[in-house]
């Protein structure tokens, strides 16, 4: 039998009764005044938390609601698996709060106190006892998460991370059955450019394209890769409609390529160049020539950007990429989707999981690298712009929707950034509007990320609370009597990575009132 009362050890509290904090699962703060009562005022604030999210819903619409919903579910849900599993281990939970700060409503149930705080930035359970510098009555001793042993701590500390993981495979299933699996290879024209080749050549929405340049068309990837090289020339197009084969022919526009739109910013990959100083440019060699030419140290460029058309001023002369253009018909398509049986939907959300999770753990390590720290503080310091609008630094629109349009574009700098609940709120309002299928990828991703981020192998996240209980009971195999950690030496550990999860979450607010992440849903 394991023995789970405490025993006196070389990292037992010191006897000056230092008590300091350490942040329980989920990060929240120390205990409350114990027998506090729970009046009639603190119904009169939930009364008042219920008249607050109704106005927000009138203020801000169904969608802000909705994300809002959802994400507190998921925290509610994440704090959940660490209590269930905390009582099902027979430690002792104290409280269990949705958010932090001072108390808007809570009740007492047993042991536990359950209740809503005024800052909604998350959840917490407090567990008694979850390292030896906290104090605790010798009779609990017993129900302390340090007295238990390995095979109940970690699984304590992981529910919660690994509750995101099932909402994510739930919704995945829930997807696959519900709305199905893209199929690449089935797909029809969603939407024709105005003034593009595609319009040109008569293409419609609904229309079929079976083949290009004589080549066979299919998945969208595919064709992309086939309209890339052939701009400027002509090009045969046979597509159908409606059952009947139609042919067309075609000159393909140009549209600048990544590393020709670096040298020239605040130009972007995809913008199609239609004047310099005034003139026509019909091909990308017009347009390295026209750009150069003359003393000037600048040009000013007219150019077409998701159907609007703006003007800006490059520095000259510039040195371009001989190839620096893609081709460009101007179509989008509409990818058909196929209902996957129950069965089949279990295999694919696993599959699909694991792809997410190896991309997600990149992305992860990616934007805590040093170049990709560097990035988001030049995002940073970079956020505002002359006009105030994200990403329109030196452009000038000239038409009269061009502004609102550019405005609400994705901004490859978006990839470079975290997302405060601000953002996450925003995003989760556009994938609202944008139909199911977007919103619960969206909530996938949140909680996928949610769960990982928690996994890091740092106090005071779940994983560092993980790596403790390791770190711990390998030094007991080797030694052969039981050893805790002295969380007083992994205070530092712990100050900076809450100072490192504050100031990206200042940061990231910042970032999201002054330059919002622009949707990447379409219209």
């Given at each position: 039998?394991?023995?789970?009362t405490?025993?006196?050890?070389?990292?037992d509290p010191p006897?000056?009764?230092?008590?300091r904090s350490?942040?329980?699962?989920?990060?929240?703060?120390?205990?409350?005044?114990?027998?506090?009562?729970?009046g009639?005022?603190?119904?009169?604030?939930?009364?008042?938390?219920?008249?607050g999210?109704?106005?927000?819903?009138?203020?801000t619409?169904i969608?802000?609601?909705a994300?809002?919903?959802?994400?507190?579910?998921?925290?509610?849900?994440?704090?959940?698996?660490h209590?269930?599993?905390?009582?099902?281990?027979g430690?002792?939970?104290?409280e269990?709060?949705i958010?932090?700060?001072p108390?808007?409503?809570?009740?007492?149930?047993?042991?536990?106190?359950?209740?809503?705080k005024?800052?909604p930035?998350?959840?917490?359970?407090?567990?008694?006892?979850?390292?030896?510098?906290?104090?605790?009555?010798?009779a609990?001793e017993?129900?302390?998460?340090?007295?238990?042993?390995?095979?109940?701590?970690?699984?304590?500390?992981l529910?919660?991370?690994?509750?995101n993981?099932?909402?994510?495979?739930?919704?995945?299933?829930?997807?696959?059955?519900?709305?199905?699996?893209?199929?690449?290879?089935?797909?029809?024209?969603?939407?024709?450019?105005?003034?593009?080749?595609?319009?040109?050549?008569?293409?419609?929405?609904g229309?079929?394209?079976i083949?290009?340049?004589?080549?066979?068309?299919?998945?969208?990837?595919?064709?992309?890769e086939?309209?890339?090289?052939?701009?400027?020339?002509p090009?045969?197009?046979?597509?159908?409609?409606?059952?009947?084969?139609?042919?067309?022919?075609?000159?393909?526009?140009?549209?600048?390529?990544?590393?020709?739109?670096?040298?020239?910013?605040?130009?972007?990959?995809?913008?199609?160049?239609?004047?310099?100083?005034?003139?026509?440019?019909?091909t990308?060699?017009?347009?390295?020539?026209?750009?150069?030419?003359?003393?000037?140290?600048?040009?000013?460029?007219?150019?077409?950007?998701g159907?609007?058309?703006?003007?800006?001023?490059v520095?000259t002369?510039?040195?371009?990429?001989a190839?620096?253009?893609?081709?460009?018909?101007?179509?989008?398509p509409?990818?058909?989707?196929?209902r996957?049986?129950?069965?089949?939907?279990?295999?694919?959300?696993?599959?699909?999981?694991?792809?997410?999770?190896?991309?997600s753990?990149?992305?992860?390590?990616d934007?805590?690298?040093?170049?990709g720290?560097?990035?988001?503080?030049?995002?940073?310091?970079n956020?505002?712009?002359?006009?105030?609008?994200?990403?329109?630094?030196?452009?000038r629109?000239?038409?009269?929707?061009?502004?609102?349009?550019?405005?609400?574009?994705?901004?490859?700098?978006?990839?470079?950034?975290?997302l405060?609940i601000?953002?996450?709120?925003?995003?989760?309002?556009?994938?609202?509007d944008s139909?199911?299928?977007?919103f619960?990828?969206?909530?996938?991703?949140?909680?996928i990320?949610?769960g990982?981020?928690n996994?890091?192998?740092?106090p005071?996240?779940?994983?560092g609370?993980?790596a403790?209980?390791?770190?711990?009971?390998?030094?007991?195999?080797?030694?052969?009597?039981?050893y805790?950690?002295?969380?007083?030496?992994?205070?530092?550990?712990?100050?900076?990575?809450?100072?490192?999860?504050?100031?990206?979450?200042?940061?990231?607010?910042?970032?999201?009132?002054?330059?919002?992440?622009?949707?990447?849903?379409?219209?």
């Open positions: 039998m394991t023995d789970t405490h025993q006196p050890t070389e990292t006897s000056n009764g230092d008590t350490w942040p329980q699962i989920g990060g929240g703060p120390g205990p409350s005044p114990e027998g506090e009562s729970v009639s005022s603190s119904w009169l604030r939930l009364v008042a938390l219920a008249i999210i109704a106005a927000l819903g009138l203020l619409g969608s802000v609601l994300i809002v919903f959802a994400i507190a579910i998921s925290i509610f849900l994440h704090e959940l698996g209590f269930l599993v905390a009582k099902r281990a430690m002792m939970v104290t269990f709060f958010g932090f700060g108390r808007i409503w809570s009740f007492r149930r047993g042991e536990t106190e359950y209740g809503i005024v800052i930035a998350g959840a917490y359970v407090r567990i008694i006892g979850m390292h030896n510098l906290e104090q605790v009555d010798p609990d017993g129900r302390t998460y340090r007295a238990q042993p390995y095979r109940k701590r970690l699984p304590v500390v529910a919660g991370p690994f509750a993981f099932a909402i994510a495979l739930v919704l995945l299933f829930v997807l696959f059955v519900g709305w199905g699996t893209p199929n690449t290879d089935r797909w029809t024209v969603d939407r024709v450019l105005a003034g593009t080749a595609a319009a040109e050549a008569g293409l419609q929405a229309d079929r394209i083949s290009f340049d004589g080549q066979s068309v299919g998945d969208f990837a595919g064709l992309s086939m309209i890339q090289p052939a701009a400027g020339r090009v045969e197009i046979v597509y159908e409609r409606d059952g009947q084969e139609l042919t067309a022919t075609t000159v393909l526009s140009w549209r600048l390529a990544e590393d020709a739109a670096a040298a020239l910013p605040p130009l972007r990959t995809g913008d199609q160049v239609l004047l310099v100083n005034g003139q026509e440019v019909d990308y060699d017009a347009f390295v020539t026209q750009v150069n030419a003359g003393d000037a140290t600048r040009a000013t460029v007219v150019f077409d950007r159907g609007y058309r703006y003007e800006t001023d520095a002369p510039v040195e371009l990429p190839e620096g253009y893609l081709g460009f018909l101007g179509v989008g509409e990818i058909s989707r196929e996957l049986s129950p069965i089949a939907a279990i295999g694919e959300s696993g599959s699909t999981f694991g792809e997410v999770v190896v991309e753990v990149t992305a992860i390590g934007r805590f690298s040093p170049t720290i560097g990035e988001y503080v030049e995002t940073v310091t956020a505002t712009s002359e006009d105030g609008a994200p990403g329109t630094a030196g452009i629109p000239l038409e009269p929707d061009a502004q609102l349009a550019i405005s609400s574009a994705p901004d490859p700098q978006d990839e470079n950034r975290f405060s601000l953002g996450v709120g925003r995003l989760g309002s556009q994938a609202f139909g199911p299928i977007a619960m990828w969206l909530l996938i991703l949140v909680n990320f949610l990982l981020f996994l890091v192998p740092l005071p996240l779940d994983g609370h993980a403790i209980a390791t770190y711990e009971t390998v030094r007991e195999k080797i030694s052969g009597r039981r805790r950690v002295d969380i007083a030496k992994l205070m530092p550990v712990t100050y900076a990575m809450v100072f490192l999860i504050v100031a990206i979450g200042i940061t990231s607010l910042y970032l999201d009132i002054v330059d919002p992440v622009q949707n990447p849903f379409g219209p």
